[in-house]
């Protein structure tokens, strides 16, 4: 706002109808780095965003694949786009991911109710076509969904449940998923290797959502000192 503001400033000065020093007058507020607060949603919000996918109908089974992979992996949405079926180990339930920021892959045990829920959609919903990518479009023409329509799966079906938060979109599960781990006492190192982050400062954000760590910090005997 601020910065829109000096620019109107400035266009009014440049046509005489304020003083030129005027704009030099609007002054930026301080951000600082890691300020704000994840913005995770509640795991129980989650769950009654998966339990609305539990249904026959084929929108249903793909979008239950893939905001699972979303919750449970932390995957970003252009890496779920980006999954390939010879990605899905079934036989040794394993799950290989091109981490993009990583520019490796990783690997991740293929948990069951995530293999039934991929299984489900590769056999009975998803089209028969020569695309490598696992989800594909519903509607002619068939193809490989891209990042955007990942997004609109997520927001569409939170803006449905009325669930509120600050971003209705897919970082929002990936944010859920690293405040979980964090909530069972993985260490950041842990829960930076599992999102695929190449530091652990990308993960200290989470360190302030770490509420029972937090109370104990503030539970802290400090003695006499002042």
Same mark, same amino acid.
Not at 205 to 208: D, E, F, G, S
């Given at each position: 706002?601020?910065?829109?503001?000096?620019?109107?400033?400035r %266009?009014?000065?440049?046509? +005489?109808r304020c003083?030129?020093?005027?704009?030099?007058?609007?002054?930026?507020?301080? =951000?600082?780095? @890691?300020?704000?607060?994840?913005?995770?949603? /509640?795991?129980?919000?989650?769950r009654?965003?998966?339990?609305?996918t =539990?249904?026959?109908?084929?929108?249903?089974?793909?979008?239950?694949?893939? &905001?699972?992979?979303?919750?449970?992996? +932390? &995957?970003?949405?252009?890496?779920?786009?980006a999954?390939?079926l010879? $990605?899905?180990?079934?036989?040794?339930?394993?799950?290989?991911?091109?981490?993009?920021? !990583?520019?490796?892959?990783? #690997?991740?045990?293929? $948990?069951?109710?995530?293999?039934?829920?991929? /299984?489900? %959609?590769?056999?009975? =919903?998803?089209?028969? #076509?020569?695309?490598p990518?696992?989800?594909?479009?519903?509607?002619?023409?068939?193809?490989?969904?891209?990042?955007?329509?990942?997004?609109?799966?997520?927001?569409?079906?939170?803006?449905?449940?009325?669930?509120k938060?600050?971003?209705?979109?897919?970082?929002? @599960? !990936?944010?859920?998923?690293?405040?979980?781990? @964090?909530?069972?006492?993985?260490?950041?190192?842990?829960?930076?290797?599992?999102?695929?982050?190449?530091?652990?400062?990308?993960?200290r #954000? %989470?360190?302030?959502v770490?509420?029972?760590? @937090?109370?104990?910090?503030?539970?802290?005997?400090?003695g006499?000192?002042?």
């Open positions: 706002m601020s910065t829109r503001l000096r620019a109107f400033l %266009y009014s000065a440049s046509t +005489g003083s030129r020093r005027l704009p030099e007058a609007i002054l930026s507020p301080r =951000v600082y780095r @890691l300020e704000s607060l994840p913005y995770a949603l /509640s795991w129980e919000d989650v009654k965003l998966l339990t609305g =539990v249904s026959a109908s084929p929108r249903d089974v793909r979008d239950r694949a893939i &905001l699972m992979l979303l919750a449970i992996y +932390g &995957l970003r949405r252009s890496e779920v786009a999954l390939r010879d $990605q899905i180990d079934w036989a040794g339930h394993r799950l290989w991911i091109d981490r993009l920021k !990583r520019r490796q892959p990783q #690997v991740y045990p293929l $948990q069951r109710s995530v293999a039934e829920a991929l /299984s489900c %959609y590769v056999d009975t =919903v998803r089209p028969h #076509v020569p695309y990518q696992v989800f594909i479009r519903l509607q002619a023409p068939h193809l490989p969904i891209g990042d955007g329509a990942i997004y609109h799966v997520v927001s569409e079906r939170l803006r449905a449940f009325g669930i938060a600050a971003h209705l979109g897919p970082h929002a @599960l !990936r944010h859920s998923c690293a405040a979980r781990l @964090l909530a069972e006492r993985l260490t950041l190192k842990e829960i930076g290797d599992h999102l695929g982050h190449r530091s652990t400062a990308a993960t #954000v %989470y360190t302030k770490d509420l029972t760590a @937090l109370r104990e910090v503030g539970d802290f005997d400090l006499d000192l002042p």
